[in-house]
């Protein structure tokens, strides 16, 4: 092979992480997701389509506010900042995704939830 095709057949398969990156990260998401639901008072998903469609908001938000801010949403990755912007980004999403509903309250336990979640799931999960 040429070294333009080496180049070629590189940027592709690149491409093509970046791909899997995303759909793993979107799946985790949505684990992770269900499951600080499921173990959080105040918070309740009332579809597999609510939790998708979170799932998407969340990793979007998540990815717009790290590339902008260079703050990550993390419990447990930014100390107290990470922790507080994880309960907000998991508020807001209420306000983009019909059968998603979650207080403020459940927000900041949902947080600590997702974390330890988040934590214990194996896997890079940056972008």
Known sequence: MSENENNIQ???QSGMGTV????????VSAIVLAITAFFTPGFSINSIWSLAIAAVVLTVMD???AKFTGLQASP????FVGFVLAAV???VTQFFV?????????AIVGAVVYGI???FIPGEQKM
């Open 10 to 12: 590189t940027s592709q």
């Open 89 to 91: 980004i998991l508020y």
């Open 98 to 106: 019909a059968g998603y509903s979650i207080s403020w309250v459940a």
């Open 63 to 65: 990815y717009l506010i």
């Open 117 to 119: 979640i988040d934590y």
């Open 76 to 79: 447990f990755g930014k100390g």
């Open 20 to 27: 899997g990156q995303i759909i793993t990260r979107l799946v």
